[in-house]
């Protein structure tokens, strides 16, 4: 573990770091630079225009560039990330999963039935983290933990999104949460899926697309 522009980085990270120090990247939130950031104010000012800042999920959690965020615009965090070393980093940088926060960081992966996985990590660009095969990290799905009042679901899981969704069918039909959906560069490929099926599936929802920014999709329903 490394600490780098303000936050706790697994110890060969490098991409991350100059996405977020690229001036055309750089933007401040909560007194740290953001990753993503105009991705998290679209999805968080979203809720707030629906006046829905209960329950945000963050499946994909990895060092808590997103969640840190969200603490401090909802009641409350569900962080799903399977990868010890990113939820080392996490806990240095969210206090708010400490004890009386306002964070739950859940070490397990979220996909569309129970399993056994293992995580491929890229150990330069510690986002790169994909299932990859059958190992000894538990895979549940988001419906198993039947959270309430979920009113925000980011999922950001390197191409394996439409599975996650799939997992997630009884949660977004009860709560049908506002939903932030990576879908970029043919990654859905390698799990034989379509580039787009996480989208096409919540608009079989009733779901539609609110903006695209940078590859990930806001959906939202009707």
């Not at 840190?68 to 990330?81: G, I, M, P």
């Not at 069918?169 to 959906?181: E, G, H, L």
Request: proline residues 5%; charged residues 25%; contains cysteine.
């Amino acid at each position: 573990m490394k600490f780098a522009d303000g936050w706790y980085w697994p110890d060969g990270e490098q991409h991350m770091l100059e996405w977020i120090a690229h001036p055309k990247n750089r933007m401040v939130l909560n007194g740290r630079p953001a990753y993503q950031g105009k991705k998290q104010l679209a999805v968080i000012a979203e809720c707030g225009l629906q006046r829905r800042m209960r329950v945000a999920v963050d499946v994909g959690a990895h060092i808590g560039l997103w969640s840190f965020n969200l603490a401090r615009a909802f009641e409350s965090v569900k962080a799903f990330e399977p990868v010890a070393a990113h939820r080392e980093c996490f806990v240095k940088n969210v206090e708010d999963c400490e004890e009386g926060g306002n964070v739950d960081l859940i070490g397990c992966a979220i996909g569309p039935a129970e399993a056994r996985v293992s995580i491929w990590s890229n150990p330069t660009s510690s986002g790169d983290s994909w299932v990859s095969g059958v190992g000894g990290i538990p895979m549940r799905t988001l419906d198993s933990f039947a959270l309430q009042d979920v009113d925000l679901i980011k999922a950001d899981c390197e191409g394996y999104e439409e599975k996650v969704l799939r997992g997630a069918f009884d949660t977004i039909a009860r709560c049908r949460p506002i939903i932030m959906v990576e879908q970029k560069r043919d990654m859905a490929e390698k799990f034989g899926m379509r580039p787009q099926g996480g989208v096409e599936f919540l608009q079989s929802l009733g779901y539609s697309v609110k903006a695209e920014i940078g590859g990930d999709y806001l959906m939202v329903p009707a």
